[in-house]
């Protein structure tokens, strides 16, 4: 089993903006690692205090569905990201960990200004 990394954020807390940057977000970890649904185990989110209205899992749980989602506040920090969405993706797959690319996408980019586009 092997996890990958996300997040991306959002400019306006709204349930349109969340749902279509979740899915965005989603899209480009499967994409860009060449993981299919069936491989997907579990899918943690984490939100910032600051969205409130909508549950990153439920704007996937239509296409995700039948694979568990979770979601979890993150912390409060006083210099961290805000309007931000994060992911932790398990999934079974032939990847090595060092292939992985890890998707930051917006203002979420400078979390992880070590990794490659």
């Known amino acids: 089993m092997l996890a990958l990394r996300g997040a991306i954020t959002v400019e306006d807390?709204?349930?349109?903006?969340?749902?279509?940057?979740?899915?965005?977000?989603v899209d480009e970890m499967l994409s860009r690692n060449a993981i299919d649904h069936d491989d997907l185990v579990s899918v943690i989110f984490t939100a910032t205090d600051d969205i409130t209205s909508e549950f990153p899992?439920?704007?996937v749980r239509g296409r995700l569905g039948d694979v568990?989602?979770?979601?979890?506040?993150?912390?409060?920090?006083?210099?961290?990201?805000?309007l931000c969405i994060r992911v932790l993706m398990h999934f079974q797959g032939e990847h090595e960990r060092r292939e992985l690319r890890h998707v930051y996408l917006e203002g979420a980019r400078g979390l992880r200004d070590d990794l490659p586009e």
């Open 68 to 82: 568990p989602l979770l979601c979890a506040r993150e912390l409060g920090i006083g210099y961290g990201t805000p």
């Open 13 to 25: 807390d709204t349930r349109e903006e969340v749902v279509e940057k979740t899915n965005r977000l």
């Open 57 to 59: 899992a439920t704007a």
